[in-house]
């Protein structure tokens, strides 16, 4: 089986829509343990307005203090939203760029301040230029299952955006569910459908778990033939820009069920428990995350 690649968003996604601010080094240390867990990326920050997402305002110095005298082989990601998010992101010290425009009009107007078409025409561009730096980019069609505002997609119209990605010579491309309304036969058929349109693409899933299905959703994926797939720490995230904002299947449960299917299992499971744990405890409330609440199954079995 094709290596599974674990992408882990959480300190870009799960902190995002948080409104208690979290501090730099409290960031570093949480990133640092995820890149000693094993995990294969890390998605930093975003590069946006801090006055929009005030908890992305320190992104810029994360990479700079993450990438001084790297040596871990975990790929340090950033999201962008256009070409001055690149540049920045170039500056810092960004290892691999992801980017995107949602397939929803409504969502792309709040989340871009523009349309789905042009929205997709300046990713595009930007993404181009991230490629001719020598970074590795990957593209994303968002609320490629549904929208909270607009209902139902039509596929036809998240095809159109990868047929465009494609064109412009971009291969790694990623679906995400950012309203969490996917469920699996519809998560077969839309990546069937990427798979036949361009069967040399490296496909990405991103689910969040807003009616229960993300994880459902994932083996879906898996079965179609994704092979990347973006989690965030203890279930955290979710988009402020969408209607019912929910948070992401956990990681540490994500590879948990890897583990159980002999997948992955050079991964630090107890070490992103316990990262989940501290996330939990920070924040003081009950998050998603479900192993970190009951431990990992293999251990209650030898216990």
Not at 113 to 141: C, Y
Not at 166 to 192: C, N
Not at 242 to 266: I, S, Y
Request: proline share 4%.
């Amino acid at each position: 089986m094709t290596r599974i690649v674990i992408h882990e968003v959480g300190p870009r996604d799960g902190l995002q829509m948080e409104k208690q601010v979290v501090p730099l080094e409290k960031k570093e240390a949480w990133i640092r343990g995820l890149m000693g867990s094993g995990v294969d990326i890390v998605q930093v920050g975003s590069f946006v307005h801090p006055e929009k997402v005030p908890q992305m305002a320190d992104t810029d110095e994360l990479f700079r203090r993450l990438t001084a005298g790297k040596t871990s082989s975990t790929v340090l990601s950033g999201l962008v939203l256009n070409k001055k998010g690149l540049e920045r992101g170039l500056a810092c010290g960004v290892e691999m760029f992801c980017m995107g425009a949602s397939a929803s009009e409504t969502h792309s107007l709040k989340n871009a301040g523009m349309g789905t078409e042009e929205a997709t025409r300046r990713i595009i561009g930007a993404a181009q230029q991230a490629v001719a730096a020598g970074k590795p980019v990957q593209v994303s069609v968002q609320s490629a299952f549904g929208c909270g505002f607009e209902g139902a997609i039509p596929e036809e119209r998240v095809l159109g955006m990868v047929r465009a990605y494609v064109a412009a010579g971009l291969r790694s491309i990623s679906l995400a569910d950012t309203a969490g309304h996917a469920h699996p036969a519809q998560v077969e058929r839309l990546f069937g459908a990427l798979r036949a349109l361009e069967p040399s693409l490296q496909l990405t899933c991103h689910f969040h778990d807003t009616y229960g299905l993300g994880m459902a959703n994932i083996f879906a994926a898996m079965r179609s033939g994704v092979t990347s797939f973006e989690t965030s720490f203890a279930g955290l995230g979710g988009c402020p820009f969408t209607r019912v904002a929910a948070g992401n299947v956990a990681t540490e449960d994500f590879v948990h069920a890897l583990q159980r299917e002999g997948l992955r299992e050079e991964v630090d499971l107890e070490r992103l428990i316990a990262l989940a744990r501290d996330v939990a405890a920070h924040f003081g409330r009950e998050l998603p995350g479900r192993v970190m609440k009951t431990g990992p199954l293999a251990a209650r079995e030898h216990a």
